[in-house]
């Protein structure tokens, strides 16, 4: 039985074939079995091989009859231990065995698990260099050409440190757009009860309906904006919006209450790519209103977005309506009233007064250019890699853009935004850059990629 095996491996086709495997990379079993299925003279000698030890089975088999029935008369039956035929996968692990076990006359044995040999009991070493292993992910994508133990090339989102692959991470973004200010909400509450000129985003006020500090009837709807016009004349800055504060008076004995609808534009473009800031709707903050003076005909009304709800904004669309407030008598509880709905226009009491109209938060250093250049490399790269280092740079800068996106069941694209409006690019532009970050993103490893909503088209 070992006779036949030994001739198997000692024969031509067995050992022609070992010597044609390439030395340039690991192979595991699989890869050797590969080998195995295009050698169609080492699958005839196996075959052959198979067929001897069936007619050696047999012959075997009907000797073991024969001293069983000479040894029925015996004390003691005799034992017998037939060998078994060798499987494929054997002869798979005693090629990988002989290309990498083999420093020694006898050959070790192979662990494919542990990547080690375990050699005759009389030899010290019998591991010879066994090469890199290639795959997907942190596997290399070729060996070494000088020393093909060592890894030479990395897929997609690695990157090769003295002979290994490490996950690929983005250098900083501190060239293209600074994500770094942060205010604790602590520190952020404590600067906007003093109203502190350092966290206030100086911007202009717009409104064809009313001016600030005059009185106006408030009873039918007023528009106003604030806008900074960045994309415009400050093109090197975006902004981030942590509270929005309005200071409202009323006139003694009024019954009129404001009402405001807040709009916010990211970046710019028309005012449908604004989306609606959903006020004292789930966990979305609420106005906190605070008296001005004693007379409380004054208030400070402030809308407080903090760390967690943060945004960029370019323009602030704030819509103003109000409702008429009246105390039931039957329950003591206030009830309001839409004014165009009263019948009795004399119910409809009091003026109203903006004083100020103010965005808190800080602006960000915006490199356009630097953004533009970066864009080129997808399509021609300055160097060797430097087109996956620009991808990755650019997927961080949009999932950092879209983690200020405002709250809902999926978050906005504000990055498109960006792209359209502070960069000037053109839709299929931008759809194709979209595009190549999400076939690029989906090599990646772990990768995971957000649904997003569109804002700007």
């Known amino acids: 039985w070992e006779s036949h095996h030994g001739q198997f491996e000692e024969s031509e086709e067995f050992q022609a074939l070992v ?7 690991f192979l595991n079993r699989t890869a050797i079995s590969h080998f195995w299925a295009m050698d169609l003279d080492v699958q005839h000698r196996y075959q052959q091989l198979g067929t001897s030890l069936k007619l050696l089975s047999r012959k075997t088999h009907r000797l073991i009859r024969r001293l069983f029935n000479l040894s029925k008369r015996c004390h003691r039956q005799p034992r017998f231990k037939l060998p078994k035929e060798r499987s494929l996968p054997y002869w798979w692990s005693r090629a990988q065995s002989l290309l990498y076990c083999s420093e020694t006359t006898v050959p070790g044995t192979f662990l494919e698990e542990s990547h080690s040999c375990t050699c005759p009991s009389d030899q010290p070493s019998c591991q010879g260099s066994i090469p890199c292993a290639l795959g997907e992910g ?5 060996c070494a050409e000088d020393n093909s133990t060592r890894c030479g090339t990395c897929n997609h989102g690695y990157v090769l440190t003295q002979g290994f692959c490490r996950p690929e991470v983005a250098d900083s973004l501190e060239h293209y ?5 942060d205010l604790q909400d602590l520190e952020l509450k404590y600067l906007l009860q003093k109203r502190d000129s350092r966290i206030e985003v100086h911007s202009i006020f717009i409104s064809n309906d009313m001016r600030l500090g005059s009185w106006f009837d408030p009873s039918w709807r007023k528009r106003m904006l604030l806008t900074l016009k960045s994309n415009k004349y400050k093109p090197g800055l975006v902004h981030v919006m942590l509270a929005l504060s309005l200071q409202i008076c009323l006139t003694k004995n009024s019954t009129l209450e404001p009402v405001m609808a807040i709009y916010v534009n990211p970046f710019g473009g028309s005012h449908s790519e604004s989306w609606f800031m959903p006020v004292n709707e789930g966990n979305f903050p609420d106005w906190e ?8 005909q004054c208030q400070n009304w402030t809308l407080t977005l903090g760390n967690k709800w943060k945004t960029f904004f370019e323009t602030v669309h704030v819509y103003l309506r109000s409702r008429i407030k009246s105390l039931d008598d039957s329950s003591n509880e206030t009830i309001y009233y839409e004014p165009l709905e009263m019948t009795d226009p004399s119910k409809n009491l009091g003026y109203m007064k903006i004083n100020s109209l103010q965005v808190f938060g800080y602006s960000l250093p915006f490199e356009p250019d630097s ?11 300055y160097t060797q890699g430097s087109q996956d280092s620009a991808m990755l740079q650019l997927l961080e800068i949009r999932d950092r853009v879209n983690q200020l ?4 069941k999926t978050r906005l694209d ?14 299929n532009e931008v759809a194709r850059i979209q595009s190549s970050l999400r076939a690029f993103n989906a090599k990646l490893p772990n990768a995971v990629e957000q649904e997003t909503g569109k804002l700007c088209s």
């Open 371 to 381: 953004i533009r250049d970066l864009i080129l490399q997808l399509d021609y790269p």
């Open 289 to 296: 209103r605070t008296n001005v003076d004693a007379s409380a």
């Open 138 to 142: 942190q596997a290399c994508a070729s």
């Open 405 to 408: 996106s405002p709250p809902g």
């Open 177 to 181: 757009l600074g994500l770094e200010t």
């Open 414 to 427: 504000l990055f498109t935004c960006l792209l359209r409006h502070r960069l000037k690019l053109a839709n």
């Open 19 to 25: 010597k044609r495997l390439p030395g340039d990379r």
